[in-house]
Antibody, heavy 119, light 108 residues
Framework: DVQLLESGGGLVQPGGSLRLSCAASGFTFENYAMTWVRQAPGKGLQWVASISGGGEGIYHADSVKGRFTISRDNSKNTLFLQMNSLRGDDTAIYFC????????????WGQGTLVTVSS | SYVLTQPPSVSVAPGKTARLTCGGSDIGAKEVHWYQQKPGQAPLLVVYDDTDRPSGIPERFSGSNSGNTATLTISRVEAGDEADYYCQVWDNNSDHDVFGGGTKLTVL
């Protein structure tokens, strides 16, 4: 079975940094694009960043560009999100999601990790 | 940037048909995907590439896409269908994924 397990969330002060991880299992990790999506409390889904299977294609939302960096380690089946210069509006549950082979949809999602930015 | 517009809420009686819309400029030229999210849970893909269903999703869920509107249709609505529904596309002009604001489906 496909499993995605996020970790690394927590409480951080404004201006601080966090590194989220997403451990993947149950599929050939290097063959699939991966994505981070976030959801602020009581709000909708917001795409954050995506990375191709080999890591050569990287895309970030304008709201996080220059502050967040998506990466992956295919030898460890793990996706990362390095978050710097965190702001209050970055407070959200962060989900990792698996891409599909022939579609731009996300067929499996983790349960998410909560990031709270507050002093 | 590309914008997807969804009505905030839709209400439907059990057994009836719910139609949830997702508006975007020439959205018919894009592949639209739909997700169901229940409180405290991760999103679940229910329709992809406009009309296809992942395995395990009931045939009651169907999709269409033309012009400036994509539609998720839920037939014979059940109480368990009550959830938030989001549409999503990949905008190849900006190389960004985009989600609609979501529609809360209430089963009366």
């Amino acid at each position: 079975d496909v499993q995605l397990l996020e970790s690394g969330g927590g409480l951080v002060q404004p201006g601080g940094s966090l590194r989220l991880s997403c451990a993947a299992s149950g599929f050939t990790f290097e063959n699939y694009a991966m994505t981070w999506v976030r959801q602020a409390p009581g709000k909708g889904l917001q795409w954050v960043a995506s990375i191709s299977g080999g890591g050569e294609g990287i895309y970030h939302a304008d709201s996080v560009k220059g502050r967040f960096t998506i990466s992956r380690d295919n030898s460890k089946n793990t996706l990362f999100l390095q978050m710097n210069s965190l702001r209050g509006d970055d407070t959200a549950i962060y989900f990792c999601a698996k891409g599909t082979y022939s579609s731009s949809s996300f067929d499996y999602w983790g349960q998410g990790t909560l990031v709270t930015v507050s002093s | 940037s590309y914008v997807l517009t969804q009505p905030p809420s839709v209400s439907v009686a059990p057994g009836k048909t719910a139609r949830l819309t997702c508006g975007g400029s020439d959205i018919g030229a894009k592949e639209v995907h739909w997700y169901q999210q229940k409180p405290g849970q991760a999103p679940l893909l229910v329709v992809y590439d406009d009309t296809d269903r992942p395995s395990g999703i009931p045939e009651r869920f169907s999709g269409s896409n033309s012009g400036n509107t994509a539609t998720l249709t839920i037939s014979r609505v059940e109480a368990g269908d009550e959830a938030d529904y989001y549409c999503q596309v990949w905008d190849n002009n900006s190389d960004h994924d985009v989600f609609g604001g979501g529609t809360k489906l209430t089963v009366l």
